[in-house]
């Protein structure tokens, strides 16, 4: 594998477990239609696609108009973003270990730039990375290659020369869309379906092997 300079990161099942905020801000904005919650592990299989596709599966089999609960949802998003989200244990040693290391560092994920930007300042992890992409930043969310090859355009870096690190099928079919390695990290909370990542690592701080 060609010299490994820059690493594309996903957020949530990658970097941070944000599972329990984003089911609690789910079943409130449920509550505010009068609706039943949902329970945990159904809210955890809906992530994955950004928020649009979250709310939408979440309301799924009601009348309710998936617009009108996408802006209530953010809403309680908003306030409840990281109630108790973390990092996962060893993605802090990482992130300072690539930066000695001058490997660069990117997010692209498909939750909104605005909360994405807000939760790394809450987590005092924003300043490890120079892109910060959400899934508004551009027309198309992942699996399309196209944030992917901007930032590679931005870094001045060949595909070959970047490894997208994600925890779901669309981090690693964005990937091979773009011409890069992807590494699976088997602690995230993402389903990877038919799609097969050139690496899989067990715990944060294994990246450093790839590199």
């Excluded at 809906?46 to 809403?75: M, Q």
């Excluded at 730039?113 to 987590?123: D, G, M, S, V």
């Excluded at 120079?130 to 992942?142: A, P």
């Amino acid at each position: 594998m060609q010299k490994i300079k820059g690493i594309i990161f996903d957020l949530d099942g990658t970097l941070i477990d944000s599972r329990k905020d984003l089911a609690s801000s789910v079943n409130l904005t449920r509550k505010d239609f009068n609706l039943e919650t949902l329970d945990f592990e159904t809210i955890v299989s809906f992530i994955g696609n950004g928020t649009p596709k979250l709310v939408e599966r979440s309301f799924r089999g009601t009348n309710i108009d998936p617009g009108n609960a996408l802006s209530i949802y953010k809403n309680h998003y908003s306030k409840h973003l990281a109630d108790e989200t973390y990092c996962y244990a060893g993605v802090i040693e990482l992130l300072k270990k690539l930066q000695t290391l001058s490997v660069k560092c990117s997010i692209i994920t498909n939750k909104h730039e605005a909360a994405t930007r807000e939760i790394l300042k809450i987590l005092k992890i924003e300043n490890f990375f120079d892109i910060i992409l959400g899934g508004d930043s551009f027309d198309s969310l992942k699996p399309s290659p196209e944030p992917l090859l901007f930032v590679a355009e931005k870094w001045n870096l060949q595909p070959e020369e970047i490894l997208m690190a994600g925890d779901n099928w669309t981090d690693i079919a964005a990937a091979r869309n773009a011409g890069m390695k992807s590494v699976s990290v088997e602690y995230g909370f993402g389903n990877l379906k038919d799609e097969k990542p050139d690496f899989k690592i067990e715990h944060p701080e294994d990246l450093l092997k790839l590199i």
